[in-house]
């Protein structure tokens, strides 16, 4: 347990109707994922007013959803979640220049009628927000020249999108495709990743969009990461021999003992904290609260 940290999440989501709303079905994305690096020790999850059903599934990118649903009246809902989870170091190892070309890679990847599937496949095409554009690929291919390393590549371009975006809350919405922040050269984090995870897709790297939560309590002599206390999002590239990658061009740092994950996908529409259907509710307020705190675990 050498250099494991415990975080603790408190996550809290208000939404007010300016009308009743008369019934309503959800999705919630609130559950952190357990994985190789990340143990969820506890987890609790209160939703007000009480739902009339609630139950849950794993999706099909392995992410445990909450859906609850409501029959009666009601003018607010609040969703409050608290999670404890040990992290472990992910990156002591990682040597990027040792990484396979990253040409090597996409060929390796490539669609081939009758040969072998590989899932990872699966982030390496347009999705929803992410459209594969020629002026994504240009910007790529500063950063991947030929035989560069695949993670060497894609700490360069991190590097880049760090330094060319402007982190600029309010600029963009929650629906803002990948294209349109390019343009913009700012946004939020979810802009910083989607716009990276396009540029790995267009050169045929297999790119996920990671939702998550950031130390809002840094170690002492450490700067405050941009994006903490509100949901946070960074990028995961796959690399053979290494496995996911993940890497905050927001914070340009790679993802580690200061992310909590909380599920993957191929864009925010795929993560997103709360979806669903309503019927009334007019106009409405939310208010977000998140707070990360935690150290060294305590051995027992």
Not at 220 to 228: F, K, N, V
Request: aromatic share 10%; charged share 20%.
């Amino acid at each position: 347990m050498s250099g494991d940290v415990v975080l603790t999440v408190s996550h809290h989501t208000v939404y007010r109707y300016s009308t009743l709303v008369e019934t309503a079905q959800h999705l919630a994305t609130i559950r952190p994922l357990t994985c190789a690096w990340q143990r969820v020790m506890a987890h609790s999850e209160r939703i007000e007013p009480e739902p009339s059903y609630r139950t849950s599934r794993v999706d099909a990118f392995g992410n445990d959803l909450l859906y609850f649903s409501f029959d009666s009246p009601h003018d607010y809902l609040k969703m409050t979640s608290e999670t404890t989870v040990l992290l472990s170091p992910r990156w002591a190892s990682l040597d990027p220049d040792a990484t396979p070309p990253w040409e090597e890679v996409a060929q390796a990847l490539r669609f081939r009628a009758g040969g072998a599937f590989h899932p990872e496949t699966e982030f390496c095409f347009a999705s929803p927000n992410i459209a594969l554009l020629p002026e994504l690929r240009a910007y790529a291919q500063r950063s991947f020249t030929p035989d560069m390393p695949l993670a060497a590549g894609a700490i360069d371009l991190m590097h880049r999108v760090y330094a060319d975006f402007e982190y600029k809350p309010a600029a963009t919405t929650f629906d803002t495709p990948a294209a349109r922040a390019f343009e913009l050269r700012h946004g939020v984090c979810q802009d910083f990743a989607q716009v990276m995870i396009g540029c790995l897709r267009t050169l045929g790297l297999p790119a996920r969009y990671v939702s998550g939560y950031l130390r809002t309590d840094p170690p002492e002599g450490t700067p405050r990461l941009i994006g903490a206390d509100a949901s946070h999002a960074w990028v995961s590239v796959f690399c053979p021999g290494v496995g996911w990658i993940d890497l905050d061009p927001t914070n340009d740092v790679l993802a580690d003992l200061d992310h909590v994950t909380l599920a993957t996908g191929r864009d925010y529409s795929d993560v997103s904290l709360l979806r669903g259907m309503i019927l009334g509710g007019g106009e409405h307020q939310v208010e977000v609260a998140v707070h990360v705190t935690g150290g060294a675990p305590t051995l027992v």
